[in-house]
């Protein structure tokens, strides 16, 4: 548990200020579209209280307050990653706690809305993480998850893991100076997608509706689960 804890910190921590740009970049900028499409297909409004997990910078958190968020809880693991998101929006100062999804220090039954965006790979413990989504949330709340997955036509595969394994590693880390970062990238992919089962566990942890799309030829899923 501390072992994957403190590498995921590590590794975040150290490209903290290069993560958006690489993000753009290496998604062609189809990062934002993921995170735009998924809010709206959760859909927030001004009553919406959201706690963003694994912020990271914020992209979902400054989206969010776009679509009509008021309320907007920050939580990550990394310290730089937080630290960088108050530099991008004054608005968020006091509202960002350092945390892990699995412990959560907020009361039952707090949100409206949960949202984790390419984090819930890096959750140490997953079931456990979804067992606090459920209990932080209010009834008839949304647990919203943004994911890479392995696209299922062959040739598009193919061409994926090609441009995962190879391209992406030597690019994010040229920039980054942290090439072992981009390198854990591909490898929680793959692992991630051929051994767990978001929505096996999202049902576990006590939610009785999911509803999964799959964007971009398959590359993201987007999971929607109410409590």
Known sequence: MNEKKNKVRKIFDSIAFKYDFLNHLLSFGLDKYWRRKALKLTGLSKESFLLDVACGTGDVAIEAKKQGAANIVGADLSHNMLKFFKTKSSW???NIVQMVAEIMPFKNDSFTNITVAFGV?????IKE??????NT????GKATIIEFQLPKSKLFKGLYRLYFNNVLPVVGGFFSKNKSAYTYLPESVKEFDEQIAIAELLKEAGF???DSYSLSLGIVQVLIATK
């Open 129 to 134: 993480g979804f067992n606090s989504f459920y």
């Open 121 to 125: 790979r890096n959750f140490f413990d």
């Open 137 to 140: 949330l209010k009834k008839d």
């Open 208 to 210: 009785s509706k999911i």
């Open 92 to 94: 968020i100062e006091g």
